[in-house]
């Protein structure tokens, strides 16, 4: 595995876990669970997007290895049909979710060839992009997300 994939793969298997022991050390999740934020998500609403968004990715990267450079539409979680369901979890079962989530897609990105890193998939915005980009681009995502609830539980912004 060349040092670049293998660099996304740790990325990939700490960021959200280093982020969340981290952040949410000495939090209560019933605070996270209630919190409200006018017009904007909630840090439980956050972290539910992103524990979606795994799903959303999965089936992208299945997609990009049996198709040749699939296009694929912007995701937006208000028209997603599954989205009320994750967003609606109790924190905590919501958290369970996102790990197991983390886990499926650490296995299923370990079990890739260099060849399938290379593999595209069309983004509306940005084009076609190889699954190396769009990793990438997921974590960058998921990065974001992770200030934003940071931004939140931390009561700022």
């Known amino acids: 595995m060349t040092n670049s994939n293998a660099s996304r793969l740790q990325r990939c298997e700490t960021q959200l876990q280093d982020f969340l022991a981290e952040a949410l050390r000495g939090e209560s999740l019933d605070s996270i669970a209630n919190?409200?934020?006018?017009?904007?998500?909630?840090?439980?609403e956050n972290l539910a997007h992103l524990a979606r968004?795994?799903?959303?990715?999965?089936?992208?990267?299945?997609?990009?290895?049996?198709?040749?450079?699939?296009?694929?539409?912007r995701y937006r979680a208000e028209e997603d049909p599954e989205w009320q369901s994750w967003s609606s979890l109790p924190t905590q079962q919501m958290l369970a979710r996102l790990s197991s989530m983390r886990t499926k897609l650490m296995a299923r990105l370990r079990s890739l060839s260099e060849e399938d890193f290379e593999r595209t998939g069309v983004h509306p915005k940005f084009g076609e992009m190889s699954?190396?980009?769009?990793?990438?681009?997921?974590?960058?995502?998921?990065?974001?997300?992770?200030y934003v609830v940071l931004q939140l539980v931390?009561?700022?912004?």
């Open 53 to 73: 968004y795994h799903q959303v990715f999965l089936q992208r990267i299945e997609k990009m290895l049996t198709e040749k450079s699939p296009a694929f539409p």
């Open 154 to 157: 931390r009561k700022i912004g």
């Open 35 to 44: 919190q409200t934020v006018a017009g904007k998500w909630s840090a439980h």
């Open 131 to 146: 699954l190396a980009l769009w990793l990438e681009f997921f974590l960058v995502h998921e990065a974001h997300h992770l």
